[in-house]
């Protein structure tokens, strides 16, 4: 009876386990796939892989934590701040780094935006700082109680919320250039540039919007990364993480990020 007791109690801690490597995988996989919904974007725009796209992530999360830390700032108004600059930090990469190399081979535009990375990791440290910063959202890092009372299962109510809240801002994103006539442009770019030109989309507007909807994503990404493990240099590999979701969901295709 003791032998088939602890074999029981084996199977369930290994279910439990299971079970929270499961929950935990799929939750880390939404926030991955949010930046990874950064590179598609860019991509599906202009056929240039944002090699940036890590750089910005960290530009944005350290730049909220820089502004409110310089001016004593609450979060509520470091964030719409933030995001006015991220939304100008993408409209002037698409002016000044994009628009001049129309038509250029696409290794340039990639090396490009490698310039542009290291540009923008030395930038924004040069302006607040190099040292690992504290960033704290308003989301307890604890143990969904339930779970843990009830299942044995280690559930962290913060990857809950950045789950959450990354699946509506995908959700969001892909409505957006799926249902509305941006998006009908931007899938038109993206199909052929010439024809799109030809049938008057503004291809300089539709890279606009995109580069500047990447800022806003980034900036999502930096805060909850950041949160998570701290605003410091190596968020810049989080956007390297997330080349599988890339590689086996494809370059072009946002459901296939998702999924």
Same mark, same amino acid.
């Given at each position: 009876?003791?032998?088939?007791?602890?074999?029981?109690?084996?199977?369930?801690?290994?279910?439990?386990?299971?079970?929270?490597?499961?929950?935990?995988?799929?939750?880390?996989?939404?926030?991955?796939?949010?930046?990874?919904?950064g590179?598609?974007?860019?991509?599906?725009a202009?056929? #240039?892989?944002?090699?940036?796209?890590? /750089?910005?992530?960290?530009?944005? /999360?350290?730049?909220?934590?820089?502004i409110?830390?310089?001016?004593?700032?609450?979060?509520?108004?470091?964030?719409?701040?933030?995001i #006015?600059?991220?939304?100008?930090?993408? *409209?002037?990469?698409?002016?000044?780094?994009?628009?001049?190399?129309?038509n250029?081979?696409?290794?340039?535009?990639?090396?490009?935006?490698?310039?542009?990375?290291?540009?923008?990791?030395? *930038?924004?440290?040069?302006?607040?700082?190099?040292?690992?910063?504290?960033?704290?959202?308003?989301?307890?890092?604890?143990?969904?109680?339930?779970?843990?009372?009830?299942?044995?299962?280690?559930?962290?109510?913060?990857?809950?919320?950045?789950?959450?809240?990354?699946?509506?801002?995908?959700?969001?994103?892909?409505?957006?250039?799926?249902?509305?006539?941006?998006?009908? /442009?931007?899938?038109?770019?993206?199909?052929?540039?010439?024809?799109?030109?030809?049938?008057?989309?503004?291809?300089?507007?539709?890279?606009?919007?995109?580069?500047?909807?990447?800022?806003?994503?980034?900036?999502?990404?930096?805060?909850?990364?950041?949160?998570?493990?701290?605003?410091?240099?190596? *968020?810049?590999?989080?956007? *390297?993480?997330?080349?599988?979701?890339?590689?086996?969901?494809?370059?072009?295709? #946002?459901?296939?990020?998702?999924?």
């Amino acid at each position: 009876n003791d032998a088939a007791s602890d074999s029981d109690n084996e199977a369930g801690m290994n279910i439990s386990f299971f079970l929270e490597v499961l929950i935990g995988g799929l939750l880390s996989g939404v926030m991955y796939t949010l930046v990874a919904l950064g590179f598609v974007l860019i991509y599906k725009a202009s056929g #240039v892989f944002n090699f940036a796209q890590g /750089a910005m992530v960290f530009f944005a /999360a350290l730049t909220c934590v820089g502004i409110m830390t310089k001016f004593n700032l609450p979060l509520w108004v470091g964030i719409p701040l933030t995001i #006015v600059v991220m939304v100008v930090l993408g *409209l002037l990469i698409e002016r000044v780094v994009l628009r001049p190399l129309v038509n250029q081979p696409q290794i340039t535009l990639f090396m490009a935006t490698i310039g542009l990375s290291f540009f923008l990791e030395g *930038l924004v440290q040069l302006m607040w700082g190099s040292e690992v910063r504290k960033l704290d959202l308003p989301i307890e890092d604890v143990p969904i109680q339930y779970l843990l009372d009830h299942y044995n299962i280690s559930v962290l109510q913060f990857d809950v919320a950045a789950a959450t809240i990354c699946a509506i801002l995908v959700g969001a994103l892909a409505l957006l250039f799926s249902k509305t006539k941006i998006g009908r /442009a931007l899938r038109a770019v993206a199909d052929d540039h010439q024809a799109a030109l030809a049938v008057g989309i503004p291809l300089q507007q539709v890279w606009a919007v995109v580069w500047a909807v990447a800022g806003l994503v980034a900036l999502v990404a930096g805060l909850l990364w950041g949160a998570r493990n701290g605003v410091q240099f190596a *968020l810049t590999f989080v956007a *390297l993480k997330a080349l599988p979701v890339l590689i086996l969901g494809g370059f072009t295709s #946002v459901p296939g990020a998702i999924v």
